[in-house]
């Protein structure tokens, strides 16, 4: 019972850190139709600004979220205006090769500037775990996931009660009539991918001090997050997080009571089923 | 003017394909490694160690009156590519002879192409077993086979009262090493009819063992074996082990992942007690080793562990094969001669002694041109106190061992 | 003129491996070929109809275990087991076929990913069948003669003259495609699957024959890369930057056209061997550049953007 008790603990912590990644991701794809391959260097980069808040700064990399998560956005800002404005007429398929471009652009970059050596955070006050009811938790992980909900419920208000969210849902649904209703389509575009790559870079600052720092780390966990957003639906934020906490614990349950060697495999046997059956995922909405 | 561009620079690429490159006066050594992509820190590795080396016997003087040289190529952990950079040592810059590979799917594509393009292949690494089980006469090996990685742990729990596991948990990457260290370990742990109450496998480079863990947690092993060829890897299984509370009276890693500097500095505390059994036995009361040591922490600032040693290593048999071949200036002949040399090779090197020789390997392989010293190479060492610590065998110890772990709490 | 430019680029073809200066150069002019194999099985499929697939290494690895498998294990020779190999990519396409064509667009690829890992999963971890993660190794390749002299093996150049047969077929078979009703049939599809259907095209039919004849050559180019590089294992194979890559050759050398993936794959590999010889850990830098580069002034393709430069009208 514990064992089952823990696995399910474990998966739904690892997975609301996958669903923070995967809401960044989902959202950019239900505005713009953008696949960003280069999602995951987000992510890298906001673990590795992590480290250097620890390092050189000496601020905790918890906190640190608050410098980075601006950062981010103009640097999301920056990347739409300058780069990807101009391949989205081209298409998706070649927009997606482009961000894939972009991706080994950035990774390797940091890989010549940063070295490859292996670097991990190690917080004192994190080094045994909570162990509540003689489950474990691990403390970084239990102060991501906290925070995780508090900006997911942040993002949430932000797109729901405000007037610039609402905008953003209503590009996504339907642009032209979005656009003729008087939304500024383009600056929405720039908005939303800006936000997509904040949430990517503040998920990496809260994953930092869990997992380890390497230049291609990013791509490792945005293949699984891929997944995420098309099981809950390209374009809906609720369906992104479903999907995250729901692969968090298929695979959590699935090393445990079937096999450790297939456990990526039962995630993604999962996944097609559940195509399968709803072809435009759990929450799917706008067209496919 | 669009048209003529093109046509340009058609002709420009198909000249450069046609015309022949030329040699320089050195003697070339050509070393596949993983520069870039997840294996990039170990290429780097080797890299650090193969300079320090060179330096070393061209400030020398070099070998017969000429500089070595060795070439590097990026093959970022892919197969194929091992192929087409290996091909481009030989075929392009004309190496006598090859070293490196470092990860053993490449080091196995790096074999078959030495072999059959008949270039001495002297392999200071990867260590799957398949690459000294085929009979390939051009590739020679310096380094332990997988299956004798555990040796040392096997004498260990052998010899030492008590030591024996009452049972055992193996977590191993789905690799070819490993499979095979894990084989090789749970091989012989039945035939002391230890049960194995855990056996998994888990994809390279995984990003959360908490799953798996929970379910050895869920055993209660008497010993956790990990191996585990990716450093990280090596840190998240032994931290997040210990954060799921699984308390065996040992944690013993395998592979790579664990022999390197950084499982001190990431996991802190939580590596003190950790066994390593690794493939070096450098005996540190050895005055060479010692010196060895100083030298690759003064250039470098930072302590020389299994990886650097077996490069500089392996450039040192090099030399001395080159030192006892009849070159002629002529290419077959010259790698031909070279082979002949390795034949006769009976040195020793920082890493330990050398010969090579045909054996069978633990599991019943039949080994060509493998060292013949390995079994002995395996030693058994600590992490204790940030430094990792010969233990067993005695002659080899730096340090007593402590076992079982104090710092887990049953 | 267009036949004497094809009459002559074949000519070239064949003479080739007799001109260039060095074994390697030979060795590169084969992964060349075999590149643009897989390009224009995937050009097949993603180009004409539009349904861009991310789990194309699948029909390579199964192309590559049959070979691999049939000789190791039945003595079967590699010319037999390329072709066999072949079939039975174009064979599990069918079943994947129908289950990832329910579905559209990102939807549809990302299934087609799921797919190859599962079955690279499976391959890693069912050692009985395929040997798992240690991978199967030729040694020797069998003695043949022909016209009276046995084939050196260790040669490169019959190696050559096989993929350069391959490659002709691939390229033959996609010229073939697009002046048939299957090629016509794509191109709707391409166009609007919606639209294709309400005038009466089985899209289903014609997706999976596509699909069908896609896995085909991509197996076949398994098949070569087994018996060639001698050595596979489930993650050499099996791999998505495997099938990233297919995805890069057929849409940077030119989708739908004939050529497209030869100057691709050309570009792939001088481009990549280029920039590794300038940086040694800083290629990838130059070529996520040129990538870049590539997608933003030639979306078309080069090959397609050479096209327009010389004349055609569209």
């Known amino acids: 019972m514990e064992t089952f008790v823990q696995s399910i603990v474990s998966g739904i912590l690892t997975g609301s850190l996958y669903a923070m990644i995967g809401v960044g991701l989902t959202v950019i794809f239900g505005v713009m139709r953008i696949i960003n391959m280069a999602h995951g260097d987000m992510v890298m980069f906001g673990m590795y600004g992590a480290f250097l808040s620890i390092t050189f700064l000496k601020v905790d990399p918890f906190l640190s979220i608050i410098l980075w998560i601006p950062i981010a956005f103009l640097i999301g800002v920056f990347i739409y205006r300058f780069l990807l404005k101009n391949i989205v007429p081209a298409g998706e398929l070649n927009t997606l090769l482009y961000t894939a471009g972009l991706s080994l652009f950035i990774a390797n970059l940091v890989l010549l500037v940063a070295t490859g050596d292996y670097r991990t955070i190690k917080l004192k006050y994190a080094i045994m775990p909570l162990r509540p009811f003689g489950i474990a938790v691990p403390i970084p992980l239990a102060i991501s996931f906290g925070m995780a909900i508090l900006i997911t419920v942040a993002l949430y208000w932000f797109l729901v009660r405000t007037d610039t969210g609402r905008a953003i849902r209503a590009t996504s649904q339907e642009p032209e009539a979005a656009a003729l209703m008087g939304v500024n389509v383009d600056r929405m575009a720039i908005i939303t991918f800006a936000l997509g790559t904040a949430l990517a870079c503040g998920a990496g600052v809260l994953l930092a001090p869990s997992l380890y720092l390497y230049p291609t780390v990013g791509e490792i966990l945005v293949a699984k997050c891929f997944v995420i957003v098309v099981l809950g639906g390209l374009g809906s934020v609720p369906g992104a997080i479903a999907g995250g906490l729901l692969l968090g614990v298929v695979e959590s349950l699935g090393a445990v009571y079937v096999s450790v060697p297939y456990k990526d495999a039962i995630g993604f046997v999962i996944f097609l089923l559940v195509l399968l059956f709803r072809p435009s995922g759990l929450f799917g909405v706008g067209k496919s | 003017m669009r048209k003529s561009l093109v046509f340009v620079m058609a002709v420009l690429f198909l000249t450069l394909m046609v015309i022949p490159s030329f040699a320089q006066d050195t003697l070339k050594i050509g070393a596949p490694q993983p520069m870039t992509g997840p294996d990039a820190p170990f290429g780097s590795k080797f890299k650090k160690a193969y300079d320090l080396a060179l330096e070393e016997i061209n400030g020398k003087g070099g070998v017969q009156g000429k500089k070595i040289e060795v070439i590097i190529e990026d093959h970022q952990a892919k197969n194929p590519l091992a192929a087409t950079v290996t091909e481009k040592l030989i075929t392009q810059y004309k190496v006598l002879a090859l070293t490196g590979g470092r990860a053993s799917g490449q080091a196995v594509e790096i074999a078959s192409v030495a072999q059959r393009l008949k270039t001495p292949y002297v392999v200071d690494h990867p260590s799957a077993d398949i690459i000294t089980s085929k009979g390939f006469e051009w590739v020679y090996r310096n380094n332990p086979t997988g299956s004798i990685y555990p040796q040392a742990f096997n004498k260990f729990i052998s010899d030492v009262s008590g030591a024996m596991p009452k049972s055992a948990a193996v977590a191993y990457d789905n690799t070819v090493f490993g499979k095979t260290i894990a084989n090789s370990a749970m091989v012989f742990l039945k035939s002391k009819n230890v049960p194995i109450v855990n056996d998994e496998a888990y994809p390279v480079n995984t990003l959360d063992f908490k799953p798996l863990m929970t379910k050895v947690k869920g055993q209660n092993p008497d010993f956790l074996l990990m191996v585990a060829v990716s450093t990280t890897d090596a840190i998240l299984l032994t931290r997040q082990a210990k954060e799921m509370g699984v ?90 001669a070279i082979r002949q040399a390795l034949l006769t090779t009976d040195m020793t090197t920082v890493f330990g002694k050398v010969k090579f020789g045909n054996y069978a390997g633990p599991l019943g392989d039949k080994y060509t ?24 065998p005695k002659s080899n110890a730096e340090i007593d061992v402590v076992f079982p772990d104090p710092s887990v709490k049953r | 003129m267009k036949k004497i430019i094809i009459a002559l680029a074949i000519l070239l073809l064949f003479t080739a491996p007799w001109i260039v200066s060095s074994p390697f150069f030979v060795h590169l002019m084969i992964m060349v070929l075999m590149w643009t194999v897989l390009g224009a099985s995937w050009n097949i499929l993603g180009g004409f109809t539009g349904q861009v697939s991310f789990g194309h290494s699948t029909f390579l690895g199964a192309g590559a275990y049959t070979t691999m498998i049939l000789y190791l294990k039945l003595g079967i020779a590699p010319w037999y ?80 003259y096989i993929i350069a047969v391959i490659t002709l077929g691939s390229i033959a078979a996609t010229y073939i495609m697009s002046r048939t009703r299957l090629g016509a049939y794509s191109l709707a599809i391409r166009e609007d699957i919606d639209s294709a259907e309400a005038i009466g095209i089985n899209t289903v039919q014609t997706r999976v024959a596509a699909l069908s004849l896609s896995a085909f050559f991509a197996g076949v180019a398994g098949g070569f890369y087994a018996m060639y590089l001698r050595y596979i294992d489930p993650d050499a194979v099996f791999s998505i930057a495997l099938s990233v890559e297919m995805v890069f050759i057929a849409v940077v050398g030119g989708l739908t056209t004939v050529a497209g993936p030869l100057v691709g794959a050309i570009v792939l590999v001088t481009f990549g061997e280029t920039f590794r010889q300038i940086l040694l850990v800083g290629h990838l830098i130059l070529y996520g550049l040129a990538m870049m580069l590539a997608i933003r002034y030639m979306p078309e393709g080069i090959w397609g953007k050479l096209r327009l430069w010389f004349g055609a009208r569209h």
């Open chain 2, 247 to 336: 308390a065996p009276r040992a944690f013993v890693g395998f592979g790579g992942g664990f022999g390197v500097a950084d499982i001190a500095t990431e996991l802190g505390p939580l590596s003190e007690n950790v066994f390593s059994s690794a493939a070096w036995s450098g005996n540190p009361n050895d005055p060479a080793t010692k010196a060895f040591y100083k030298k690759f922490y003064d250039k470098y600032n930072f302590y020389p562990k299994e990886h650097e040693v077996e490069g500089y290593a392996v450039i040192y048999i090099l030399a001395d094969a080159l030192k006892r071949a009849k070159l002629t200036g002529k290419l077959e002949e010259d790698r031909e």
């Open chain 2, 369 to 392: 041109n493998q060292n013949i010293y390995s079994p002995e190479h395996s030693v058994l060492a600590q992490w204790r106190g940030g430094k990792l610590l010969n233990v067993y």
């Open chain 3, 81 to 160: 087991g390329i072709p066999i190999g072949g079939l039975v990519a174009a064979l599990i396409a069918l079943p994947i076929g129908f289950i990832c064509f329910r579905l559209r667009g990102p939807y549809f690829a990302l299934s087609t990913l799921a797919v190859a890992e599962i079955i690279r999963l499976v391959a890693l971890n069912w050692e009985s069948f395929t040997n798992g993660p240690v991978g199967l190794l030729i040694t020797t390749l069998p003695d043949v003669t022909l016209w009276g002299r046995s084939i050196d093996w260790e040669n490169k150049i019959p190696f050559y």
